[in-house]
């Protein structure tokens, strides 16, 4: 007989898989926990990825590929985008210790940073080709307009031509102010934002600005020329009728 009896309950196979089980449920309640500080530190950032997931190119482009959105509109997008830039530079830490966890945020918040300014600067820089493209327009057009009126009729029907095409600039004056006033309200804009036009833009602007009141003189001017060319061809008619 054996010098030590030692009692050894038996231990059933369904014992076993009720402790393991149990065990495992603990450790998985101790792993949900120790993860539970990530997903809170991630959902209370979730929003971010709205402004974040944009592409700085496709989504400016897409926002008014006709130049027909207004400045509130992209003064509300554009305030949103500061909004996630003043979070990602100033509320994100550039690390945290989050239990056993240690995160690094220095390349998100450089990268992110990197790409909300792009974002913001694709904006601005898409009203300003807007502007321009209108400047651009306006100074073809009066360009246009002023080689027109400047031609002197030599016959009656280049005079009723020319008093016709007259006519029509009178008319399309209003529309033409709309376009100028809308192109220096954009201008207004980008300034406000504090985003840099250059020397040769600043100058085509300015030019094209004084072109309307140059046009208004040449415009009294043509009126002046049509009457005196008309009083000379009628004159002329007379003559040729008496021989």
Do not use: W
């Amino acid at each position: 007989s054996p010098v030590v009896e030692i009692d050894t309950p038996p231990i059933s196979f369904d014992d076993c898989v009720e402790k393991i089980s149990e065990k495992r449920g603990e450790l998985d309640d101790y792993m949900t926990q120790l993860f539970q500080v990530l997903e809170d530190f991630l959902d209370k950032y979730k929003h971010l990825g709205a402004v974040l997931g944009l592409d700085p190119v496709e989504y400016t482009h897409d926002f008014d590929p006709k130049g027909t959105k207004t400045l509130d509109e992209y003064k509300i997008a554009l305030t949103e985008f500061h909004k996630v830039l003043d979070v990602v530079q100033n509320e994100i830490d550039t690390e945290y210790k989050l239990n056993f966890f240690h995160l690094s945020c220095k390349e998100f918040k450089e990268k992110n940073s990197q790409h909300i300014n792009t974002l913001i600067h694709n904006f601005l820089h898409q009203i300003k080709d807007f502007a321009m493209q209108s400047i651009i327009e306006l100074k073809e057009e009066f360009e246009s307009i002023q080689e027109e009126l400047q031609k002197v009729p030599q016959t009656p029907e280049e005079l009723a031509k020319m008093k016709k095409y007259l006519e029509n600039v009178f008319e399309t004056v209003k529309t033409r102010n709309k376009k100028m006033a809308i192109s220096n309200e954009r201008f207004q804009f980008l300034e406000d934002f504090h985003f840099e036009v250059s020397n040769e833009e600043f100058q085509l602007r300015y030019q094209t600005l004084q072109m309307p009141q140059k046009i208004s003189m040449i415009m009294d001017e043509t009126e002046r020329t049509l009457s005196v060319e008309r009083i000379r061809m009628i004159r002329e008619l007379r003559a040729n009728q008496r021989k």
